[in-house]
C-alpha cells in the first residue's frame, strides 16, 4: 500500500476494519440524562482478571506487539467485581528507549468523533437543531446540501466526498505535516469531487461529514468548536485530561509518535505533526482514564436524553457481519465506541454494557502490518481471551478500502 493510499485512512478508522470520538448557557454544564435507575449485575461469564488471565493477556499482547512491529502500547480493561488489567509495553521513544506510561497523553485521532457528535446531540436534546435538518440550513455551498441531513452526516451516510482521499491532501499533509489547516480548506478537497452518492444510499466513512457538523455546532452556539467541547462534553462528562488543541502543542508527558505516512513511505517521527487537518474529525488529545470513563459515559448515554441516546445507538450495516455505525459511534460484536488513527497514533476506546467491561488501547503508531490497523489487532487478542462470544472486530478484518 501505499503512501498516499495510507494517509487516506483517518484514516478509514471507523471500525479500523475497512468497513469500517449544547449550548448554552455558558458556562453550565447542564443535567445528565439517562442513567440507568439499577446497573446489571456483572456478567458470570467474564473471567476474573487473575494473575493466570493477566499472563494470558500478556503473551497476546506481546506476541501483537512484535508481529505487527509495534513500539509501544497501553492496554487497559476493567469490569465490575472482575478486576482490570492496567499495562504497558515497548518504548515510547525509540531513540532513548524509554518506556509507556500509564499517565501519557495521547492523540486520538477518530476518537474525536464521538465528542463531536455529543456536542452535536446536546444541541438537539436542546432544540437547538434537528437530526433532520439539511446542512444547508447551517452550512452554504455543500454538495446535497439541501438533502443530506445531519443524522445522515453523523452515520456516515452523506455521499460527500472524503476529502482525506484527495492526492492533493494527502501531498500537502505528507511533506509539510507541521501545517495548518482550516476547515473551509478542508472542504475544499472535498467539494471539488462529486458526490460519490445519494444521501442515505449506503455507508461511506468521510471525515468531510465531521467537519460540516463542527462548522454547525459553531454556527448555532456562536462559540468556537473547541470551547463547546469543552463545556458541554468535556466538563460535564468529568475528564480532567482531554482537551481539543488549536495548534500542535502536546501536553508532557507523551509518547513520540512514529508513522510511515510520509512523503518517501520511510518511518517518521510525527508526534508534533499538527493535528488541524483533522479538527473536529479527530484532533483531540486525551490519557487512558479519561478515555477508560469516557467510552462507558459514550455507550450508556449519561450526557444526553434517553430519547436522544436510543437515536444514537441506531446503527446501520458497516460492512462486515457483526458490526454497524451509529450517530458518531460504532458496535462491533457488542463492544460500543469508537477507534482513532492518525499519523503516528492509534487508540480504541470501547464498552461492552452486556459484561459492564472497558477496553482501551493506546500505540505511539499507525504503521500498518499486513493491510491492518494494529489497534484492531490488539483488540483481537484481548478480546479473543476475556469475552470469546464478543471477540472484537469478529474475524480477521480485510484490507482497508477507499471508494
Known sequence: MTPTARIRLLRRACVALAAAGALLAPATAGPA????????????DFPELTPAVAAKLDRAVQDTLREAKVPGVIVGLWAPGKGSYVKTFGVADKETGARMRTDFY????????TFTVTALLRLVDQGKVGLDDP?????????????????????????????????AFDKALTTQGT???????????????????????????????????????EKVTGQPLQQVLKQQVIDPAGLHHTLFPTN?????????GYTDQSASGAIVNATDWNPSWAWAAGAMISDLEDLRSWAKTLATGTLLTPATQAERLKTTPAGIPGAGYGLGLFDVQGWIGHNGSLPGYESLGVYLPEEQATLVVILNTDALHDGQEPSTLFGEAITEIVTPDHVYPGHKPTPPRHG
Open 106 to 113: 495521547t492523540r486520538i485521532g477518530s476518537q474525536t468523533k
Open 179 to 217: 501545517r495548518p489547516f482550516t476547515p473551509q480548506q478542508l472542504l475544499a478537497y472535498s467539494f471539488k469531487h462529486p458526490v460519490n452518492f445519494a444521501p442515505n444510499a449506503r455507508f461511506e466513512y468521510s471525515n468531510t461529514n465531521l467537519i460540516l457538523l463542527g462548522l454547525v455546532i
Open 33 to 44: 440524562h439517562g442513567s440507568p435507575s439499577a446497573a446489571p449485575s456483572p456478567s458470570p
Open 135 to 167: 446542512i444547508g440550513t447551517y452550512v452554504s455551498g455543500v454538495p446535497n446540501g439541501d438533502r443530506i441531513t445531519l443524522r445522515e452526516l453523523a452515520g456516515m451516510r452523506s455521499g460527500l466526498f472524503n476529502y482525506s482521499e484527495d492526492d
Open 248 to 256: 500542535a502543542a502536546f501536553p508532557s508527558p507523551h509518547a513520540q
